[in-house]
Structure formats: C-alpha cells, structure tokens
C-alpha cells in the first residue's frame, strides 16, 4: 500500500524510536513475525478481541526497549514524567488510532481517510465522538479553534465536550504547548443564570491544565466547527439541541487550517470573555487592591484562601513557604500589605460571603490552603487555627454576611470541585481549582455581559436557593464548631 493507515504509522513511528525490529516484537508477542508487517504496512490490524492485550504489550516492549535518550525524548512528547505514565500515554495513542481506523473501515470500507467525509446528518453524541480525533494525543503541541454554540446544546452533551479535550487523562500534568480557543454564543438574557455561569465555571476549570481560551460573538451562533490547525477539521450545523446537520470531517491540511483561519479572526481581544492573570501581575498592577477596596464586595469560597488567616498563622505560612526563584513570585513586603489589608476589611467593611461545605470538609481533611495562588499544607494544630479564626469571624463580626453552601445546585455537577469567585464593582476575578499542577487558574472578568452574568448568578444564591444554601449564623458557626472538633480527631 502506498499510504500506510493512522495505526500503521505510529507503530511503525514508535518501532523506529525503540529500534525494535519486527522479529523482536514478534518474539515479545508470540506473534509470527508476518503478522507484524502486516500490521506496519497497513495490510491488517491486530484482532479485535485481542486489541487490549496486544496493545499493552507493544506499550511495554517500547518503553522497555528503548535507549534512556530516546525514552526522554517520548516522556518530553506525551508530556509525562515516568515510564510507567509513558507506557500509559502510548498505549492510548494507540488505542485511538487503532478504534480510528477500525471505525473508519466500518463506514467506509477503506482504513485509509478520503480528503473529506460529509454526513448529512449526526447526533451530537455521534459528532463528539468524531471531535475525539487521535491528534489530540499528540499534546506536545496543538493549536485548536473551534466555534461552538455550546449553551444551545443538551446539558450531556455540554459536559462531554469538556471532557473531550483531555487528551491525557492525568491530572498532574500541564501542557503548556496546547492551545485551545473557544467561540461561544453568550446571550445573558436567555442563559441559566445558575445552570450556565457553574458550567462556564467547570469549562474554565477543566482546560486549566492546557492555554485555553474563552470567546463569545454571535457569529457561533448554530455552528459546530472544531479544527486542528494542519491536522483535523469537523464543522456542522446545529440544529437542535442534540442534532447536526451537514457535517464534514477532513483529514486535508489545506482543508483543516480554512475553518481554523475562520475561527481565529472571530478570536479578538474585544470578544474575550476573561483575561488571564497572575497573583504577581494582580499586585504589582494593583489589581488585587482594586479588588479588596471595590464597592459591593462578593465572594463564592469553594476552596479556602489566604483571606480568612489569623496573624501568628500567616507568620508560620510566610516563614514555611518555599518560594521558586524562576516564578518571580511575590515579595514578603507585599504579602504582609495584603494580609494587613484584608485583615482591616474584615473587620470594618462589609462584604457578602458564600462559603461551601465541601471547601471546609476537604480543607479539614487535606490541609491544603491556597495562599496567594499556592499551594500550602497546614498541620492539623494549623488548620484548626485557622478555622477558630474563621468561626470567630463569622460569630462576632456583624459586618460579614456569610452564608453556607450544603451540598450543590446542580445535580450534573456533584462530584466536580467548586470554584472560587471574587464580585466587586470595579474588578472581579475567579481563582480555579488548584489542586492541579497549573498556571492557567487565575482570570479576570474581561466583559461586562460575563459580569452581569456573575452578579445574577450571586444573587440567586444569595436569595432563591434556601433548599442548599443556610443563612441562619447560629449554624453556621455551630458547623464550623463541629469542623473544629474534627480537626481535633485528626491532631
């Protein structure tokens, strides 16, 4: 065959690498050695019922056969650490690419892609399905665009797209060199104003891991286009909320980077929904001041801060704290302005907080605190200052309102780990979960339809969800006495 199948050619890629010539892998499998060219030149695959078994295997030899230079070249690759994680991440790039071209030989008897492929009409469930293409293993580097009208879209099918950019499903990596931009239709007037700001909210956190970012215009509206710049291009039109029309995937270089050049001038600045940010660039910019000084203050805590530390603790933290030369990170002076600060507006302004259950639970349970965008663990003796810190605040300081979230708004996303969110009427910025090794956690609202969007969905909070969210200040404080009390069990 003059063009080898997607399958073929990674082997035969990852065989190279190793250097492991086709008798030796036959010897591994037990295979005759025919079958393995057949399987490099693209004449057949593996069977199917024996695909998981031949598959690990393959991953196994490689990684065991190839030389300590090469092995580091494919951990820089699959962006991984260990060769353990390698063997993991070449066996998904091959599983891909093996149910690619098994699903390819299905619908068009060839294992081999034509320029284009139309369909005239797709489910979502089976449009998703053809978004997850094997490229997206390849998280060295990508650039994707995609304009998506994602909010006019069943709630499943919301949620599986998010899943689909996790190439690897690590959760300690980062991938610097994937980058992702979304168009999106934002019509405030007609969104969910609780549904829809949580799902903004998971979509943010979930690409953290990767440059993601998040654009709206109008021009997203009904369209479904997903494109990898050189690589893979799908695009169809939306005509329901879980049905496309006349969708078209092509494998042509010439042909992906048409509708990834079309996405990409749709992109500017002006459409950008949030901005990227720094705890080093919100201070030294005086944005983290404009933020405590700002009228109308609001906070979502769905994890626990540095704003809530008593003064002999945020001692202990600072002296603790190893500080990375190469992050350019914050000076000791600057932090102890900060702490100053907040300590001074807690006591005499007043601001609105939402806490979450689940953020005291998993702070008593772990001890991590995120202290200015670090990540910190305190002993239980700290955790449970901290939190008597806290319970006197919200006891005796009539100028906070606090309230308590017990359990979650939206059954879809139960299991997710709430976010941080910081309303004010000048400046108001989201810090993402970061429990994950990542720089991308931390973002500015950049629009002022995305913050009346935030402000609705606080309000709602704060005055319509009386089944998940307690008022009463006797139980609040009387949970975090009982979190207290837990803190003691584990010390």
Known sequence: MDKKNRFSTLLKQLMAVADLKNYMLATYLQYDVSYISKWISGQMLPAEKMKVSVLQKISHCVVTTVDQEKLEMLQREYQVETPQELENAIYDHLD????????????????????????????????????????????????????????????????????????????????????????INLNTEEMDCIYDTIFLLNLLSKNTKIDFQLYSNHSASGKMIFAVEHEYVI????????????????????????????????????????????????????????????????????????????????????????????????????????????????????????????????????????????????????????????????????????????????????????QCVFLSDMLSYLRLDNSKRTKNNLVIINRRDVQALFDRFYQCVWTECEDVVISDRIAISNYIRHTIRGSHLIS
């Open 96 to 183: 891909a690419e093996y149910n690619y071209v098994r699903d390819l030989q299905k619908q068009t008897g060839d294992s081999i892609s034509p320029k284009a492929v139309f369909y005239p009409e797709t489910t979502l469930s089976e449009y998703i399905s053809k978004m997850g293409h094997p490229v997206l293993r390849r998280v060295k580097s990508l650039h994707i665009m995609a304009a998506m009208d994602i909010l006019a879209i069943e709630h499943d099918y919301r949620l599986q797209m998010v899943e689909i950019q996790d190439a690897n499903p690590s959760e300690t990596h980062s991938y610097p060199d994937v980058h992702f931009s979304m168009l």
């Open 235 to 418: 695009s169809g039109m939306l005509v329901g909320p879980n049905r496309c029309l006349s969708v078209v995937t092509s494998e042509e270089k010439d042909n992906a980077d048409v509708f990834y050049t079309y996405v990409d001038t749709l992109c500017s600045r002006e459409n950008l929904l949030f901005r990227k940010t720094s705890i080093l660039t919100m201070l030294r910019g005086h944005e983290y001041v404009r933020s405590l000084l700002s009228p109308n203050l609001r906070w979502v805590m769905g994890h626990l801060t540095e704003h809530f530390l008593p003064d002999d603790l945020f001692e202990e933290i600072v002296d603790q704290l190893a500080v990375d030369a190469d992050e350019s990170t914050v000076s000791r002076d600057e932090i102890y302005d900060m702490h100053r600060l907040t300590h001074n507006l807690l006591a005499e302004s007043r601001v609105k907080i939402i806490i979450y259950e689940s953020a005291l639970a998993d702070f008593n349970t772990t001890g991590e605190l995120d202290f200015f965008n670090h990540k910190v663990c305190l002993t239980p003796e700290q955790r449970r200052s901290y939190l008597e810190y806290l319970f006197r605040l919200c006891r005796d300081n009539t100028n906070l309102e606090v309230k308590l979230v017990y359990g979650q708004f939206i059954a879809d996303f139960q299991y997710i780990t709430n």
